[in-house]
């Protein structure tokens, strides 16, 4: 596709259901990554793949956050027994990186505004 | 840990003038990245320009431009003739040198919202 894809593109959640969260990189993108927006914020980072390989997880705030790209396009993320503090805009970005130096623009989707009721 | 900061939560400018929004930035590194990013109502976050710290020319896409203050560690955007497109929340990112690891994911600012009156 020409961008990065998210669905849904809106979920709402009563409190202790289990959400998932789909992204589709562009394609080609070796970088996936996941961030967490709260209102009137800036996003957050959650989690970092490269590949299939998630590398980075140091922000997932609890263990109730999973996130998996099993095939190194397609990404997940899980969040198991919602909370109403997870309410929130999650955003994936996905970039292309070939060396070491660069500064490989994050191109971003249209976010999932999840609503834990 | 790098840090981010957007002072200004708004600010507002007449169509057609010109607007200056600004950002500081905290890091030990010498080798970074730093990007504008604008997010338009639909949430979709698009990027204005990026500098990388090891050129001293300021970056300039078309109406946009960064005035780069390594020293002061600030990075500020000017927005030439604004337009009403051009409303919407501006963020500030830093994003650390790729052979330090783990520093590939963005530090975000907390955003400044940019009215622009006709």
């Known amino acids: 596709g020409a961008g990065v894809s998210q669905s849904p593109r809106y979920k709402v959640a009563k409190r202790g259901q289990d959400v998932a969260l789909r992204c589709d990189p562009i394609?080609?993108?070796?970088?996936l990554f996941w961030y967490q927006q709260a209102l009137g914020q800036g996003p957050e980072f959650l989690t970092y793949f490269q590949n299939e390989a998630q590398l980075d997880k140091s922000g997932l705030p609890s263990d109730r956050f999973f996130a998996e790209r099993p095939e190194g396009s397609v990404s997940t993320l899980k969040i198991q027994r919602t909370q109403q503090e997870d309410s929130a805009v999650y955003l994936c970005?996905?970039?292309?990186?070939?060396?070491?130096?660069?500064?490989?623009?994050?191109?971003f989707g249209p976010g999932t505004r999840l609503t834990v009721t | 840990a790098q840090t981010v900061t957007q002072s200004q939560p708004e600010m507002s400018v007449q169509e057609a003038e010109t607007v200056t929004l600004s950002c500081t930035y905290d890091?030990?590194?010498?080798?970074?990245?730093l990007f504008w990013y604008k997010q338009p109502p639909s949430r979709q976050m698009i990027l204005v320009i990026r500098?990388?710290?090891?050129?001293?020319q300021n970056a300039t896409e078309n109406r946009f431009s960064v005035n780069f203050q390594k020293a002061a560690k600030s990075f500020s955007l000017k927005i030439s003739d604004s337009q009403l497109g051009d409303a919407a929340m501006y963020f500030c990112?830093?994003?650390?040198?790729?052979?330090?690891?783990?520093?590939?994911?963005?530090?975000f600012g907390s955003g400044t919202q940019l009215t622009v009156l006709p």
């Open positions: 970005a996905s970039s292309l990186v070939r060396t070491a130096r660069g500064p490989y623009e994050q191109y």
């Open positions: 500098q990388e710290a090891y050129k001293q």
């Open positions: 890091t030990s590194e010498s080798d970074y990245y």
């Open positions: 990112a830093y994003r650390g040198p790729i052979s330090s690891g783990s520093a590939r994911q963005l530090t």
């Open positions: 394609s080609g993108h070796v970088s």
